[in-house]
């Protein structure tokens, strides 16, 4: 069973500093002290679990004026199983419910596709944050996009 919930930056984040380092630190070789960047104990943090494993992560910050969506993380035996695309969902949804009319996301440049099915855009050149190329990209309320794979033309 697929279970999330949102928590607070100033609750128990334990199972999402878990993943965290799991994937950012030790996957990615991000140096620990730019993966905590201060700015989880004002963030809105994503679990989500599968028979209840964490299984990825997420989190929502309001940067005045912008919202941000960040650290969207899926361990690796979920990978390949729409547990992203769900997180992503949920992100979005919470984002857009808090009052947001754009989302401002830094995307691992390997994931820009990904991004892109659901209306993001890229708005600047490549570059590196933590030693990885990323692009900033964002999605207006009214432009994101859910999309479907149950339907698939051939």
Known sequence: MITSA????????????????????????????????????????????????????????????????GRLAVRKQFRGQKIGDLALRLLLFKTFSMGAQKIDIHAQSYLIDFYKKFGFTSHCEEFTESGIPHFAMSVLKDEVIYPSSCCKSE
């Open 6 to 69: 949102f928590i607070p930056g100033n609750q128990d984040t334990s199972d999402i500093l878990l993943i965290r380092d799991e994937v950012f630190v030790g996957e990615q070789n991000c140096p620990g002290e730019e993966e905590y960047d201060g700015l989880d104990e004002r963030a809105l943090h994503l679990i989500v679990y599968v028979d209840e494993v964490p299984a990825a992560i997420g989190r929502i910050w309001y940067d005045e004026p912008l919202f941000r969506i």
